[in-house]
Each structure stands twice: as structure tokens, then as C-alpha cells.
Nanobody, 115 residues
Framework: QVHLVESGGGLVQAGGSLRLSCAAS????????MGWFRQAPGKEREFVAS????????GYADSVKGRFTISRDNAKNAVYLQMNSLKPEDTAVYYC????????WGQGTQVTVSS
């Protein structure tokens, strides 16, 4: 089983950048595809980005393509989300997740983008 802990959230002005980190415990991290999701107030949780276990394949929501980049370091049991050109609509709690059906989740980290 993998335990996930996100960090790196905060308050940033529109146009700014943040880098989220997700630290994973457990020896099987490298066997998991990893993903980032977010949930804004009053909205359902939505997919943001994913990366396969080798780092060779990525996927992004249309709303973040060209602005966000997912990466991972299997040696450090970590996955990252670099977020550039942030917009107020990116404001949400960001979660990392893994598992066959995204059934393992971290506690989330708040990202607030001011206009």
C-alpha cells in the first residue's frame, strides 16, 4: 500500500507559478501510474494530469495543457506538478492519486490564485 502526502500549495497571483509535490511511502511506488486531481468549491473533483509508472506517457486536462507539467522521480518516491501561468479558475484543493482505479489518495493541498 502507498501513502501519499501533498505539499507546495499556497496563495499566488494570477500569472504566477507553483510546484506541487507528492511524497509517497512504500516500496511499490514505481509500479503505480500517478495522477493529479483537483476539486474547487462547489464542484466535483476533476482530473488534471497523469503519468505512467515509467514516466514515458503523460495526459493532461484540456484546461491545463501547455501550462502544467507532471513529472516523477521514482528514486525519491515523488511526483510533481509544475503549474505556470496560473489563473483564478485553477483555485482548488489539489490531490495526488494512484492505484488501478485511482483509489489511493493524499489529503490534498490548497492552491489559491488571486486575480
Amino acid at each position: 500500500q502507498v501513502h501519499l502526502v501533498e505539499s507546495g500549495g499556497g496563495l499566488v497571483q494570477a500569472g504566477g507559478s507553483l510546484r506541487l509535490s507528492c511524497a509517497a511511502s512504500g516500496r511499490t511506488f514505481s509500479t503505480y501510474n500517478m495522477g493529479w486531481f483537483r476539486q474547487a468549491p462547489g464542484k466535483e473533483r476533476e482530473f488534471v494530469a497523469s503519468m505512467d509508472r515509467t514516466g514515458g506517457r503523460t495526459g493532461y486536462a484540456d484546461s491545463v495543457k501547455g501550462r502544467f507539467t507532471i513529472s516523477r522521480d521514482n528514486a525519491k518516491n515523488a511526483v510533481y506538478l509544475q503549474m505556470n501561468s496560473l489563473k483564478p479558475e485553477d483555485t482548488a484543493v489539489y490531490y495526488c492519486a494512484c492505484g488501478l482505479n485511482w483509489d489511493l489518495w493524499g489529503q490534498g493541498t490548497q492552491v489559491t490564485v488571486s486575480s
